[in-house]
T-cell receptor, first 111, second 118 residues
Framework: DAKTTQPNSMESNEEEPVHLPCNHS???????IHWYRQLPSQGPEYVIH???SNVNNRMASLAIAEDRKSSTLILHRATLRDAAVYYC????????????FGKGTRLSVIA | GAVVSQHPSWVICKSGTSVKIECRSL??????MFWYRQFPKQSLMLMAT?????????EQGVEKDKFLINHASLTLSTLTVTSAHPEDSSFYIC??????????????FGEGSRLTVL
């Protein structure tokens, strides 16, 4: 899987937007960009994924650069429950391939 | 939505004993499940791919005789840590994809099983 680079940690105030960046300069044309997050002492959970166009769902928005070499996960209003490690992952191949996790970004939310 | 469940959530055992962790897909059938291990303050590390009805595929450096994986049905995979030692203490997590959600659908993860070997 192509490598992604994320900041080790970020901090946000509660109820403010958060922009989590991810660089993936070696992305290939068939790689989907996936975001998962892991709350303390839990398994990861899916957040969002996309290929080329920006994506929105109930949890977040995903903004993908035109050259696809970077992307940004946007949490529109951070809550204390959003404090987690966020992983940006490029997924190759068929659906039966596993996710390969990098170090992710640890997001702290301040009340 | 689809749910993957693990049991037990936590287990404490004596050094030298074996521990079995179960991973179940509750409302879908999973021909493939993945097992991860996570040490404190670190990321998830893929251990093996569990294939229903056939042998598991292990990642480099993971001892297949120590971490026995059995995928006997389309809804159950088990990971047995044999002759556990304190260095095997970790958070073990399984995941699976719901085939009904398309080839690039999300992976669902279990709650994790925390193993402590004394």
């Amino acid at each position: 899987d192509a490598k992604t680079t994320q900041p080790n940690s970020m901090e946000s105030n509660e109820e403010e937007p958060v922009h989590l960046p991810c660089n993936h300069s070696t992305i290939s044309g068939t790689d989907y960009i996936h975001w998962y997050r892991q709350l303390p002492s839990q398994g990861p959970e899916y957040v969002i994924h996309g290929l080329t166009s920006n994506v929105n769902n109930r949890m977040a928005s995903l903004a993908i650069a035109e050259d696809r070499k970077s992307s940004t996960l946007i949490l529109h209003r951070a809550t204390l429950r959003d404090a987690a490690v966020y992983y940006c992952i490029l997924r190759v191949g068929s659906g039966n391939t596993p996710l390969v996790f990098g170090k992710g970004t640890r997001l702290s939310v301040i009340a | 939505g689809a749910v993957v469940s693990q049991h037990p959530s936590w287990v404490i055992c004596k050094s030298g004993t074996s521990v079995k962790i179960e991973c179940r897909s509750l409302d879908f059938q999973a021909t493939t499940m993945f097992w991860y291990r996570q040490f404190p303050k670190q990321s998830l590390m893929l251990m093996a791919t569990s294939n229903e009805g056939s042998k598991a595929t292990y990642e480099q450096g993971v001892e297949k005789d120590k971490f026995l994986i059995n995928h006997a049905s389309l809804t159950l995979s088990t990971l047995t840590v044999t002759s556990a030692h304190p260095e095997d203490s970790s958070f073990y997590i399984c995941s699976a994809r719901d085939p009904g959600q398309g080839w690039n659908g999300e992976l669902f993860f279990g709650e994790g099983s925390r193993l402590t070997v004394l």
